[in-house]
């Protein structure tokens, strides 16, 4: 699914307009712009992607059917869509994966208390040092950027011995569940019946 179709997804499940939804489905997504592949999920779809998300957004959004909807069922909504309804924590993920990726993640050296406490918020959530890929990377410069803002993320740019790339531990992860490649085929199927009867409508009202 692409983040619109999550936006209609939660049209469907919280009322509103799917613009209402765009840019925080879009953000749970934009692990997509590192590594363009199912494994890109591995970054943010998992409850500590969750947190991050309501750092990002705050703990409510007003739809335009002026409800207030809280960001965190929006975003656990979008894993269960994308996860076969699995909601992960990260060891859920990682616990297998330790041994493939763990070396590549040292603890950076860092003085400013903020960004200690979010570059090692995934290795506190988890304890598995593989964690560390989230935020010890170019994703996690840019994760720095859209949560707490470009100075801050210049920081952690210059604290890292190099721009380390998530794009090869990434490709390197092995599946080891079903649900982390195998979308929520129910929600699939109304988005297939949704954008038909959406194509229906529109022949109807502009014919040949």
Excluded at 32 to 49: D, I, M, P, Q, S
Excluded at 68 to 78: G, S, W
Aim: glycine letters at 4%; hydrophobic letters at 40%; proline letters at 5%.
């Amino acid at each position: 699914m692409n983040y619109y179709d999550h936006s209609l997804l939660s049209v469907r499940k919280f009322g509103g307009a799917p613009e209402d939804y765009l840019q925080i489905h879009k953000f749970l997504d934009s692990s997509k712009l590192f590594y363009h592949h199912a494994k890109h999920r591995l970054l943010l779809h998992h409850l500590f992607g969750v947190e991050l998300t309501i750092q990002k957004f705050g703990d409510l959004i007003h739809n335009a059917d002026g409800s207030n909807v809280l960001v965190r069922d929006i975003a656990v909504a979008h894993c269960r869509e994308d996860l076969n309804g699995t909601v992960p924590t990260l060891n859920n993920w990682l616990d297998q994966a330790e041994v493939t990726v763990a070396d590549h993640w040292p603890f950076p050296e860092l003085t400013d208390d903020t960004l200690q406490a979010f570059v090692l918020a995934p290795w506190h959530r988890s304890g598995l040092r593989s964690s560390l890929l989230i935020t010890c990377s170019n994703f996690g410069v840019y994760l720095a950027k859209e949560v707490l803002g470009a100075e801050v993320a210049s920081q952690l740019a210059k604290a890292l011995p190099s721009i380390r790339p998530v794009e090869p531990s990434l490709r390197s992860f092995q599946y080891t569940a079903n649900w982390q490649f195998t979308p929520d085929q129910n929600d699939l199927n109304w988005l297939k019946h949704h954008k038909t009867l959406k194509h229906e409508a529109k022949t109807l009202s502009h014919p040949n």
